[in-house]
């Protein structure tokens, strides 16, 4: 049987899939992939940074798990190294990844639980966070908050926005299919009233501004801290 090991390009568009939780967006389009490299047997060396030294340890084990998990998919792949550098926590996170150990063993007397519902509540934020880009243009373009509270999925047009949507709706096994409500309670994905419209379109707005805000700050703390870019870095401005 013919093997062969994977290529940077391939690891790289694993990585693509891994987002920073509180962002939602791709750790390469962030910078935070420092490093790739694929030996002739198939050992995948991926070294990860992060804003600051001090960012929250929990959203680095997240992102460095799924890094793991994503390279270690790639076809040719036989070993997967992921590495998290100059960051407080990462003597921890990386053995603790290493050992495919989870959160509370890697930080043992620490931690009090896994990461699963701090996951699902980055998701529902991504949820309104994305909900609001998909809705922006369609009240520009002078739809009322009635017209939205009647829209599905499926009757808004095609747009990189409105896919991103469907996908987080889909991880959190909300109606994302054509004929789901265009606006839905990201908690229970339930259908979101005219009554309550309002607020909701307020809390996405909020949402998604503090998420921009958010990447702006470490976008530009990345930059100051290591004045390189990261493979993939995407300009803040693209």
């Known amino acids: 049987m ?3 090991a994977a290529q940077v390009s391939d690891v790289l568009a694993a990585l693509e899939a891994v987002r920073d939780p509180e962002l939602d967006e791709p750790v390469t389009e962030l910078g935070f992939v420092s490093s790739c490299t694929v030996s002739a047997d198939g050992v995948a060396d991926v070294r990860l940074r992060l804003p600051t030294y001090f960012c929250a ?3 680095a084990f997240l992102m460095v798990a799924d890094a793991y998990d994503a390279v ?3 076809e040719g792949v ?3 190294e992921v590495v998290l550098e100059d960051h407080f926590a990462s003597d921890a996170i990386n053995s603790g990844i290493a050992a495919r150990s989870g959160f509370v063993e890697s930080f043992e007397g ?3 639980a896994e990461l699963d519902e701090l996951r699902r509540d980055f998701l529902r934020k991504a949820v309104l966070a994305g909900t609001e880009r998909v809705c922006r243009p369609l009240l520009a373009a002078g739809r009322t908050t009635d017209d939205l509270a009647e829209l599905t999925l499926g009757e808004v047009a095609p747009s990189t926005d409105l896919e991103r949507l469907r996908a987080r709706r889909a991880e959190l096994r909300l109606p994302s299919g054509d ?3 265009l606006l839905v309670d990201a908690a229970t994905g339930e259908a979101v009233g005219v009554q309550a419209l309002p607020l909701h379109l307020r809390r996405a707005r909020l949402t998604s501004v503090n998420m921009e805000a958010n990447g702006s700050m470490c976008r530009g703390m990345l930059r100051e801290r290591y004045g390189t870019r990261g493979l993939g870095e995407v300009e803040e401005d693209q």
């Open 57 to 59: 340890p929990n959203f």
């Open 2 to 4: 013919t093997t062969f």
């Open 110 to 112: 620490l931690a009090a």
């Open 179 to 181: 004929d789901s409500p």
């Open 72 to 74: 270690s998919s790639v």
């Open 78 to 80: 036989r070993r997967t």
